[in-house]
Structure formats: structure tokens, C-alpha cells
Nanobody, 115 residues
Framework: QVRLVESGGGLVQPGGSLRLSCAAS????????LGWYRQAPGKQREMVAT???????NYADSVKGRFTISRDNAKNTVYLQMNNLKPEDTAVYYC?????????WGQGTQVTVSS
């Protein structure tokens, strides 16, 4: 059974940085499409960043130039480096994995940006 476990969330001041990690179990990690999504209170879940098996990346306009998604297939892990964080980045961040017709979600990790 595939599991995704996020870590690295927390409280940070505006302008600060955090690095989220998502460790995945199961096979075919290197062939999976991976992504980070977030959901703020009262809002719908939105895409933050995605990365393909070939390492092509895509970002939401609101995080371009500040966030970087990367993957380490040897460790079955996907990362989200978040710099210059803003209060509007406050949300629960979820890891997502897609392979063929299967889709999996992590349990989420809270990121709070506040002074």
C-alpha cells in the first residue's frame, strides 16, 4: 500500500524559509508525477508545484521565484523549498503522487506564516 508522509511544516515569520519533505512508500516512485498542493481555511485546495518523472516543473503564479520543488528518486522523497514566505502562504500543505490511474495524498502538514 502506498503511503505519503509529509514533514517540515511549522510556524515561521514573514520572509523566512521552510523545507517540506514527503516520503513515499511503494514501487514506481521514479515514474510518478508528484506535486504539492495547499488548502487555506475556507478555501479550495490549490496546486502549488508539480514535477514530472523527467523533472519538468510547474508552479502556481503566486509562488514562482520563491518555491522550488525537487525529487530524490533514490530516497523516494519529494521536497518543497519555500523561501520569502508570506502570510498568504499559510495553509495545510499536501503531497500528491500520481502513477497511471492511481492517485495518492498525504495527511498534510501545517505551515503558518506570522509575526
Amino acid at each position: 500500500q502506498v503511503r505519503l508522509v509529509e514533514s517540515g511544516g511549522g510556524l515561521v515569520q514573514p520572509g523566512g524559509s521552510l523545507r517540506l519533505s514527503c516520503a513515499a512508500s511503494g514501487s514506481f516512485f521514479s515514474g510518478s508525477f508528484l506535486g504539492w498542493y495547499r488548502q487555506a481555511p475556507g478555501k479550495q485546495r490549490e496546486m502549488v508545484a508539480t514535477i514530472t518523472p523527467g523533472d519538468s516543473t510547474n508552479y502556481a503564479d503566486s509562488v514562482k521565484g520563491r518555491f522550488t520543488i525537487s525529487r530524490d528518486n533514490a530516497k523516494n522523497t519529494v521536497y518543497l523549498q519555500m523561501n520569502n514566505l508570506k502570510p498568504e502562504d499559510t495553509a495545510v500543505y499536501y503531497c500528491n503522487r500520481k502513477y497511471v490511474w492511481n492517485e495518492y495524498w498525504g495527511q498534510g502538514t501545517q505551515v503558518t506564516v506570522s509575526s
